[in-house]
Structure formats: C-alpha cells, structure tokens
C-alpha cells in the first residue's frame, strides 16, 4: 500500500459526457502527476500539479483538465469524452516535486461505450 | 524529447532461474534517473529499482540488480532467484533532473514486458 488512493475504482461513461476522476495524495506530498494506460501500453504523462498550480502538462488536448486542492488531493476532469479515453488512469504523488520517487495508486479503469 | 524503449513483449522464465529485461532509451541530457517499475493485475505501478545517471555503480536491491550502460543509453533489469510473485508487467521509465521545464518531475515509460514466472 502506497496510501495514495484514487476513486472510484472503474466506471462506465457514454461518448460525450464528462467525468471527474479523484485522488488522495499520500499524507504529506504536495505534487501529484496524472497518467493515461491504454490497454497493454505504458503510462503515458497527462500532467502535474505542485501545490495547487499545474506544473507540466503532456500532449493531451484542453478537454483534460485538473484541479489540485489545498489539502493536495487531486482532480482529473474530461470533457466530451470519446471512445479512445478508455483506459486506466494512474495518479502519483511525490513529497515535493523535485523527490525521486512517485508513489501510485491502484488507478481508474474508465470504459467509454 | 526522450523516449524509452522496450524491445521485449514477453519473457518468460522458471522459477529459481535468473532472466533479464531490457531497455533502452534516447535522451540529450546527461543527468537523469532511470526506474523499473513492476505493474502486477492489482494494477499498482510499484517501484523496484532506481538509478541515478551520474552514478557509475549499478544499483542492487536484494534479488533485483541493473547493468546501466550510459555511453549505449541501455539500462536491463536482471532478476535472480526467480519467484511466482514476480509474474507482472515491468515498465522502464526516465525521468529528467532539470529543473523548471514542463517536463520536470515527469516519468517517460517504455511500451513494458510482461513477465511470466513458470512453477
């Protein structure tokens, strides 16, 4: 157990509708990174907020947005999803954002039908 | 940009026996961290090994060690002494030190390689 806890564990969502996907950092740990897992592939770097401000961000389009709040648990929000967004969604929280290690939940496995 | 690299779908190997996964990785920097990550059904990305490239000595953890090759740009995992716990998929993944790029903190992951461990 890592303590970062995302929720909820898998849901199902229809094309064009949005969801919020959540996340509880580790006690303590002020960043926290959002990756996209497609089916049999390697996590791909969605972005990272650092104490409530989005740090980096990868290649994904304005529709995926997030929120970081004061007690740095986290939000992943897509807009108009489309079917390509199923996937697991990992999030992982580090002590400050320059630490080495990244700790990861168990991820959201969101299906879009 | 960096990438990473996993040539290896799958590897297979028997219990007690040693097998090696590798990975390689393209980059223009020249200080970085390297990580193995193993992914069991649970879904967990779970850490299993790090390395630090300005460190020339390969990292160990238990039965868990790396050959880094900085000049090759090539960084394998080896297992001893396999076990059933180990079957997962294991992720190769580079991170940047440089701090104060969009990219800072972020964690590029290889394609992974699914290891199964035979009784």
């Known amino acids: 157990e890592t303590g970062v806890t995302q929720s909820p564990t898998h849901l199902i969502k229809t094309r064009g509708q949005q969801v919020t996907l959540r996340c509880s950092s580790q006690?303590?740990?002020?960043?926290v990174s959002w990756y996209q897992q497609a089916l049999g592939q390697g996590p791909q770097f969605i972005f990272q907020?650092?104490?409530?401000?989005?740090?980096g961000r990868g290649n994904f389009p304005p529709r995926f947005s997030g929120l970081q709040f004061p007690n740095y648990s986290s939000e992943l929000n897509v807009n108009a999803l489309e079917l390509d967004d199923s996937a697991l969604y990992l999030c992982?929280?580090?002590?400050?954002?320059?630490?080495?290690?990244?700790?990861f939940g168990q991820g959201t496995r969101l299906t879009v039908v | 940009a960096q990438t990473v690299t996993q040539s290896q779908p799958e590897m297979s190997v028997q219990e007690a026996e040693t097998v090696t996964l590798s990975c390689t990785y393209d980059t223009s920097e020249s200080d970085y961290y390297l990580f193995w990550y193993k992914q069991p059904p649970s879904r967990q990305m779970i850490l299993v090994i790090r390395?630090?490239?300005?460190?020339?000595q390969n990292a160990t953890e238990n039965r868990f060690s790396v050959n880094f090759q900085k000049a090759a740009k090539s960084f394998s995992l080896k297992i001893s002494d396999s076990q059933l716990g180990d079957a997962a998929m294991y992720f190769c993944?580079?991170?940047?030190?440089?701090?104060?790029?969009?990219?800072?903190?972020?964690?590029?992951f290889g394609q992974g390689t699914i290891l199964t461990v035979h009784p």
């Open positions: 992982a929280s580090s002590l400050e954002v320059g630490t080495t290690e990244a700790f």
């Open positions: 006690s303590g740990h002020n960043t």
């Open positions: 390395q630090e490239a300005y460190k020339q």
């Open positions: 907020y650092y104490r409530e401000e989005e740090n």
């Open positions: 993944a580079y991170r940047s030190t440089l701090a104060g790029g969009t990219s800072y903190g972020k964690l590029t």
